[in-house]
């Protein structure tokens, strides 16, 4: 590999330069608040960028324009969505346990920025490099499920409980197709440290780089992890906590002004993050897709990569309608959970199939990959029959009231 | 198979939103302010006073006879009658309404005073951008506010306009026959009155032919 560029390395140099310019005892801690800072600026600002590109995509979605009122082709909008939400009344209910009111978003966002400090956002830029980084991902997240249910319970409304309820019952299902999605990834690179599972697929075969994604397994792995993590942030169509039409806005109906934008800020921060765990575990994390694409700086190409899957997601909420809660249950448990633990045994699988076992490179190579495939899509098949895949729709006929 | 139909589903998503881009005719919101459909002549928003000529004060046509008042369901007009009379179209002395106020936030607009007034005098206005920073004063229309010159009736509501100006033209035309007839009556009469001796009559008739023949 050849040595990281200037340009590659400028924000790193950059942090280095100013630390070095305080006096000793204080650098860890301004080494720390440094990180600290970017990250909530940086991912700040993409949340405030989001906004006004799901909405003017869900609008071309729907062959509207969006909103084009504030500023060239509606660029300031999240400037006058802030000014709102800060210049509303802050409404409590009497009846709200008020403490745990307050502390819901502040524990919320604080939770999901935590998550921030293992994702490696380009080379030499990770926040803290732990040994258990994906363990830590996956630990620290779950607490958001506690600050959901602190605002569902708190607010003593019968919306915001059922709301609060749909969420835990969700996240735990997909908790763990997430997990065990990324299970194949820790297993093949046999690390949990989110840093050496990036460097494990920052090398290169001829010009291919050799993320996961690339493999049967990788693929099948990265599009659950996918699917996982949009219900995991309660994004559409997985949005039952929150369906406007049901239960208004679930768990945090009863929050006004500010407090309102930290939750929405929070749900669009933890999209982020488990988009940039996927990036890490399956596309590589900050590695270029070809050898000759190296010198594009690594943090070009980790943004490059969770804008992509950003807009994946606005298309997804654009296209496909809410989900009613038994399917949801049925597609994690009878679809999401089988097809996880088939695509550790296609890693596990992949993993033995090593040119001494199937032969010398072109061919070993696509006997490998066939094999590793068919072991995944011989069950999908199997599991999409069973569940439906075949089911017959009639004209409904209807026995007492024919017209 | 399993999840065909959500690819059908993005592929149909897609296209509208690439679409949207290529064939303007997709994008069918009009952009309020700046562009604007054109009203259908029928709109209604708000009432309006009718006056005829160039001084909305002389050629107001409502008489001030509150049956607008009294059949309005919010009950949002005000009017109270002059003390004084002034010549309508026809030269015939009416009273005016010294006040005619009309709510803004409270009519409905249901066009009953429309309807029900005998005179031409009021009718519905197609302008509905009438919001404002006072919401007292500024909701609160007075007679001066409230008048519009017939060509602006003619403007907005080109159909309903002729038919009411073709009645009114019938209308002075007969009143004028009438009066005529009248004075022709009046003139027979005064020519039989040297023998009756009653002048009483014949001092007023001619008087009065000539304020309507005059107009």
């Known amino acids: 590999m050849n040595a990281p560029s200037a340009a590659d390395q400028i924000f790193v140099i950059l942090k280095h330069w100013l630390v070095g310019h305080t006096p000793a005892p204080l650098q860890t801690l301004v080494s720390i608040v440094i990180s600290v800072a970017t990250i909530i600026a940086v991912f700040g600002g993409l949340f405030a960028l989001t906004t006004v590109f799901e909405r003017k995509g869900l609008g071309r979605i729907q062959n509207r324009y969006g909103p084009n009122r504030v500023g060239p082709f509606g660029v300031f909008q999240p400037l006058a969505d802030a000014v709102k939400s800060l210049t509303k009344e802050d409404v409590v209910p009497r009846s709200a346990d008020h403490v745990v009111h307050y502390l819901a978003p502040l524990v919320l966002v604080g939770i999901v920025f935590l998550t921030y400090a293992v994702l490696p956002v380009g080379r030499n830029m990770t926040a803290v490099n732990l040994d258990t980084g994906v363990l830590f991902f996956f630990a620290v997240g779950t607490g958001t499920e506690l600050a959901i249910f602190m605002a569902g319970w708190s607010s003593h409304n019968k919306y915001s409980l059922l709301g609060a309820m749909r969420a835990i019952a969700q996240m735990i299902s997909y908790e763990i197709p997430l997990i065990l999605a990324s299970i194949a990834v820790i297993m093949t690179a046999g690390t949990l440290s989110t840093v050496a599972i990036v460097e494990r697929q920052a090398r290169y075969s001829g010009t291919l780089a050799h993320w996961y994604v690339f493999t049967p397994w990788g693929l099948a792995g990265f599009i659950l992890f996918m699917i996982a993590a949009t219900a995991e942030t309660n994004r559409s169509p997985f949005d039952l906590p929150e369906g406007e039409s049901e239960i208004i806005a679930g768990y945090f109906i009863e929050y006004s002004g500010f407090k309102f934008a930290l939750f929405f800020l929070a749900e669009y921060l933890e999209m982020f993050a488990v988009s940039g765990l996927g990036i890490t575990l399956f596309l590589g994390g900050w590695s270029a897709p070809f050898s000759f694409l190296t010198w594009v700086p690594s943090w070009f190409w980790f943004f490059a990569k969770l804008l992509t899957l950003i807009f994946a997601f606005i298309w997804i909420r654009g296209t496909v309608p809410r989900l009613r809660m038994d399917q949801l249950m049925n597609f994690a448990w009878k679809f999401m959970l089988p097809m996880t633990l088939i695509v550790i045994l296609s890693a596990g699988i992949w993993r033995f199939l090593t040119p001494a076992v199937v032969g010398p490179k072109p061919l070993g190579a696509v006997i490998r990959w066939l094999v590793c495939a068919l072991v995944i899509l011989a069950p999908y098949i199997a599991l999409a029959r069973t569940l439906g895949g075949n089911r017959k729709i009639e004209k409904r006929t209807y026995r007492f009231a024919e017209d | ?215």
């Open chain 2, 1 to 215: 198979m399993l999840g065909e139909g959500i690819i059908q589903g993005l592929v149909e998503t897609a296209r509208n939103f690439f679409g949207s881009y290529v064939e303007t005719d997709r994008l069918t919101t009009v952009q309020y302010p700046e562009e604007r459909l054109p009203l259908p002549e029928a709109s209604r928003v708000f009432p309006f006073l009718l006056y005829d000529g160039s001084d909305p004060e002389a050629g107001l046509r409502c008489v001030a006879c509150q049956i607008c008042e009294k059949e309005c369901p919010p009950r949002c007009i005000h009017i109270e009658k002059s003390k004084d009379k002034k010549p309508d179209f026809v030269g015939k002395q009416q009273f005016y309404p010294a006040v005619f106020d009309i709510d803004v936030s409270v009519c409905m607009s249901c066009q009953i005073c429309v309807e029900v007034c005998p005179f031409d005098a009021i009718r519905m206005d197609d302008e509905f951008e009438l919001s404002t920073t006072d919401r007292f004063g500024g909701l609160h229309w007075t007679k001066e506010q409230l008048s519009r010159p017939n060509e602006y009736y003619r403007t907005i509501h080109p159909t309903e306009a002729a038919e009411t100006d073709e009645r009114r033209v019938k209308e002075l035309v007969d009143a004028r026959a009438k009066a005529a007839t009248a004075a022709a009556a009046a003139a027979a009469k005064a020519a039989q009155a040297p023998a009756t001796g009653d002048t009483g009559n014949g001092a007023t008739a001619p008087a009065q032919t000539g304020t309507v023949t005059s107009k």
